[in-house]
C-alpha cells in the first residue's frame, strides 16, 4: 500500500497520474460533447428530448436534408472564401509586419506591442466598430475611398451581395493581423545571426536571403500559424452577428454562423449539429495534412 | 453524542424553515419575461405589485435577454425546471403550444370574471391558440403603418400619403433628394424577423399568407421595392439595417417616409425636427385588402407548472392592469375595450388613432411549431430579389418549394 502511494508521488504512478488527469479532461469536455454532437447529427431532436440522449435515429436524412437546403452550396463557397481569403490577408499582412519590426528600428517593439490592442478587443466591439465603418451611407471607408478618387458612388458593404462577405473578411483579417505577427516575430527572433551575416558575406541579396534562409527557417512557424488560423477562421462568430447576420440572402453566411442559425434561430438542433460535423471533417482534413506536412521537418 | 448531534442539525433545519416561511403556506411562481433587461416593463412591475399584495404567493422573476428567451425556455422545459409563467414574441409561441407545452387556460378563461376572450384583436388571439384551444394570453401588441415627413411633401408639392406601393415609388421619386441626402424612403429588409415583419403583410395583402408565398401581388411590390433601391430611391443599406436604425434616418431628416411602428413614436416626438404623420401601410392596388403586420408579446402558464390555480391568478392580475400599460411603458393593449388615454401631444394621439385603426388589419405569423424556418425562407427570399440574384418570382417559388416541405 505504502509503495503504491510512493509510487504517486515519485515514479510510474504519477507519471500516470498526471497523463490520466489530463486524458480525463480531454475526454469530459472535449471527447463527449463532440461524441454528443455527432449522435445527434443522426437523430430526431425536438425540445421534447433536448435534455435525452438516446432519441429516435434517422440514419443520414439530416445530412441529406442539409445538402438540400437551396443555401448549402452558396453556404460552403462563401466558408472557402472566408477562410482562404481571411487566412491569406491574416498571413501576409501579417508576416510583412513582422518582417518589418524585425528591422530593430528604434520604437519597434512599442509599435509592435500597440498592435495587439485589436487582438484583445472583443469580437463583438471589432464587430460594432466596422459596421460603422463599412457603412453604406455615412461609412468612413467611403468618404476615405471617395476623397482618395478610388470610387464614384458609395459601395454599401453589408448589403451588396458582391461585397458581404468581403466586408467581413476584411474585419476579420485586422482582427487576426496582431496574433498572426505576433507568432511570426517569435519565429523570426529565434532565426540565429549568424546565417544571415555568412550568407552576405556569400554575396546573397536581401531577395535571396529571404528566400533560402527565412523561409525554410520559418516552415514550422507557418505551419502552426496556418493552422491556428484556420481553426481561429472556423469558429469566427462574433463579427457575423455583428456586421450582416449573413445577409443578404445568406451571401456572407458561413457554415459556423449557418450551424448556430439552425440550432438556436431555427431551433433544428439536429441540423445545426449536422453542419457542425460537416465542418469538423473539414478541419480535420486540413490538420491531417497540417501533421503530415511537418512530420518529416527538420526542426531548428 | 450521535443522537444529539442529528437532533441538533434537524432543530436548526426546522428553525431555518420556520424562519424562512410565515404562518401561511406559501406557493412559489417563477415568472420569465425580457423586462426589466434595459428597463422596466410590464411583467417585472406588476409581478412585484402583485407578490406584494399576495402574502401567499412569492413569485421569482427573471428577466431574460431578447434573443435567449426562447433558449433558455426550451432548455430549462427539457430539464424540468421551467417557470410557471413565461411571455413569448407572438411568432415564438406555437412552437411551445402546438407541443403541449403551453397549459390549456380555454376552460380558465371562460370562467373567468376578469378576462374576457371576445375583447381581444383576432390577430392576437390567433397566436396564442392552437387547434381551438386558448394556451395564453396576448400580452400587448403593435404593428406597422408608414410615416412621413410632412416638411418634405410639402417641399415636393405633395399633401397626401401614400395608398398603394406604385404611388409610394412615385412619391420617393419626387422626395428624393441626394444633394441633400435625402433618400424617398427607408424600410428594414434584414436577414432577420424584422425582413419577414414586414414583407410578409405584402403577401397577405396579395391574397397569400405564410402557406402561400408565391403570388403575383408580392412579386410585383417586391419589383417596386427593387426599383427603389436601384433607383437610390432607398439606400441598399434597408438590406442590413433593423427597424429602429432605419427609422433614425428618418428622424434625422435623411429620408422622407419610413415603414415602422408605435414603438417609434416617443423617439420620434422628441428627435423629429419636423412636421410628420403616419398613415395605414399601403395597398397593392387602390383599395385593395389590407393587412399589416401584428407584433407584440404573449403570455402563457408553462404545461409543468405545479401552482396552475396561483399562476392563473397572477395572469388575472396581469390582464387587470392592461388600462395601465399604455401610459406607463408606451405598450398597446391587445383589447379593443380600452381606450387609449389622450396624451396632449398632438402629434401622438393623431400617430396612436391610425394605428389603433391599423390593428384591426394586423395578422400573425404563422401560428406555427416551425415559425421560425418558415420566417427564414421568406426573409431569404425577400432579400434575393432584392439584390437581384434572382428574379421575384423566382425567388418567391424556391420559398414557396421550401414551406411546402414544411406544412407538408
Do not use: C
Not at chain 1, 504517486?8 to 488527469?21: N, Q
Not at chain 2, 439606400?235 to 432605419?246: A, C, E, P, T, Y
Not at chain 2, 428622424?251 to 395605414?280: C, K, T, Y
Not at chain 2, 398597446?332 to 401622438?348: F, H, N, Y
Amino acid at each position: 500500500m505504502s509503495r503504491f502511494f510512493s509510487g504517486l508521488r515519485d515514479g510510474v504512478g504519477f507519471d500516470i497520474l498526471l497523463v490520466g488527469a489530463a486524458l480525463l479532461f480531454l475526454l469530459a469536455l472535449a471527447g463527449a460533447p463532440l461524441v454528443y454532437n455527432v449522435l445527434m447529427s443522426f437523430q430526431q431532436v425536438d425540445m421534447f428530448t433536448l435534455g435525452a440522449l438516446f432519441r429516435p435515429f434517422v440514419g443520414v436524412d439530416n445530412y441529406v436534408a442539409v445538402v438540400q437546403q437551396p443555401e448549402f452550396w452558396l453556404v460552403t463557397r462563401n466558408t472557402l472564401v472566408f477562410v482562404f481569403g481571411s487566412m491569406a490577408g491574416q498571413f501576409v499582412l501579417g508576416f510583412a509586419l513582422a518582417l518589418f519590426f524585425a528591422q530593430n528600428f528604434p520604437g519597434a517593439s512599442t509599435i509592435r506591442g500597440l498592435f495587439l490592442v485589436s487582438w484583445v478587443m472583443p469580437g463583438l466591439v471589432v464587430g460594432g466598430i466596422w459596421s460603422f465603418i463599412l457603412a453604406g451611407d455615412y461609412g468612413v471607408l467611403n468618404v476615405i475611398l471617395k476623397a482618395l478618387g478610388i470610387i464614384d458612388a458609395n459601395v454599401f458593404w453589408k448589403s451588396d451581395p458582391n461585397f458581404s462577405i468581403w466586408a467581413v473578411i476584411i474585419a476579420n483579417i485586422w482582427l487576426g493581423l496582431a496574433f498572426n505577427m505576433l507568432l511570426l516575430s517569435v519565429g523570426l527572433a529565434a532565426i540565429s545571426r549568424d546565417l544571415y551575416e555568412a550568407a552576405e558575406l556569400d554575396g546573397a541579396n536581401a531577395f535571396q536571403r529571404f528566400w533560402t534562409i527565412t523561409m525554410p527557417m520559418m516552415r514550422p512557424t507557418i505551419g502552426a500559424v496556418l493552422s491556428l488560423g484556420l481553426i481561429g477562421t472556423l469558429q469566427q462568430f462574433d463579427l457575423f452577428p455583428a456586421l450582416t447576420e449573413g445577409g443578404p440572402a445568406n451571401t456572407s453566411n458561413v457554415a459556423g454562423y449557418w450551424s448556430w442559425q439552425l440550432s438556436f434561430q431555427l431551433y433544428d438542433f439536429a441540423k445545426g449539429a449536422t453542419v457542425s460535423v460537416m465542418m469538423f471533417l473539414l478541419v480535420l482534413v486540413a490538420s491531417v495534412v497540417y501533421v503530415r506536412s511537418t512530420r518529416h521537418e527538420v526542426r531548428g | 453524542m450521535q443522537l444529539s448531534k442529528r437532533g441538533l442539525l434537524a432543530s436548526l433545519a426546522i428553525g431555518a424553515l420556520v424562519a424562512a416561511t410565515p404562518a401561511q403556506a406559501q406557493v412559489t411562481l417563477k415568472v420569465w419575461s425580457i423586462d426589466g433587461v434595459d428597463r422596466p416593463g410590464i411583467a417585472d412591475v406588476y409581478a412585484k405589485e402583485f407578490d406584494d399584495a399576495n402574502e401567499d404567493v412569492v413569485i421569482e422573476y427573471r428577466a431574460v435577454p431578447f434573443d435567449e428567451i426562447v433558449n433558455e425556455t426550451l432548455r430549462a422545459f427539457a430539464t424540468g425546471n421551467a417557470p410557471d409563467i413565461v411571455s413569448f414574441d407572438n411568432p415564438d409561441f406555437a412552437l411551445f403550444s402546438s407541443r403541449g407545452a403551453m397549459l390549456d387556460i380555454t376552460d380558465r378563461v371562460a370562467n373567468s370574471e376578469i378576462v374576457s376572450k371576445a375583447e381581444y384583436f383576432e390577430g392576437p388571439l390567433n397566436s396564442v391558440t392552437w387547434e381551438g384551444k386558448l394556451y395564453g394570453l396576448p400580452k400587448y401588441t403593435d404593428t406597422i403603418g408608414i410615416f412621413y415627413n410632412k416638411d418634405l411633401f410639402a417641399a415636393a408639392g405633395l399633401t397626401e400619403p401614400p395608398t398603394t406601393w406604385e404611388q409610394v415609388a412615385d412619391y420617393a421619386e419626387k422626395l428624393t433628394d441626394p444633394a441633400n441626402n435625402v433618400y424617398g424612403i427607408t424600410f428594414s429588409a434584414r436577414a432577420g424577423e424584422e425582413g419577414t415583419f414586414q414583407f410578409l403583410p405584402i403577401i397577405q395583402m396579395s391574397g397569400g399568407g405564410a402557406d402561400k408565398v408565391n403570388t403575383e401581388g408580392a412579386a410585383k411590390v417586391l419589383d417596386i421595392w427593387k426599383g427603389l433601391i436601384d433607383n437610390g430611391y432607398a439606400s441598399r443599406d434597408v438590406l442590413s439595417l433593423g427597424q429602429w436604425d432605419s427609422t433614425g434616418v428618418f428622424n434625422s431628416g435623411n429620408a422622407a417616409m419610413a415603414i415602422s411602428g408605435p414603438w417609434e413614436i416617443d423617439r420620434m416626438v422628441e428627435d423629429a425636427q419636423f412636421d410628420w404623420g403616419v398613415a395605414l401601410l399601403p395597398t397593392i392596388e387602390e383599395g385593395d385588402e389590407r393587412s399589416s403586420a401584428l407584433g407584440g408579446f404573449n403570455w402563457g402558464i408553462m404545461a409543468n407548472t405545479a401552482h396552475p390555480d396561483e399562476a392563473f391568478r397572477l395572469l388575472e392580475y396581469y390582464v387587470s392592469q392592461e388600462d395601465r400599460i399604455f401610459t406607463e411603458f408606451g405598450n398597446l393593449p391587445a383589447r379593443g375595450d380600452i381606450a387609449l388615454p389622450v396624451t396632449g401631444i398632438e402629434k401622438k394621439d393623431a400617430a396612436l388613432t391610425v394605428f389603433q385603426e391599423q390593428l384591426q388589419y394586423a395578422q400573425p405569423r404563422g401560428p406555427h411549431p416551425e415559425w421560425q424556418k418558415i420566417s427564414k425562407a421568406i426573409y431569404d427570399a425577400e432579400q434575393q430579389a432584392l439584390t437581384g440574384q434572382m428574379s421575384s418570382m423566382d425567388a418567391l417559388n424556391q420559398a414557396q418549394t421550401t414551406i411546402d416541405g414544411i406544412f407538408n
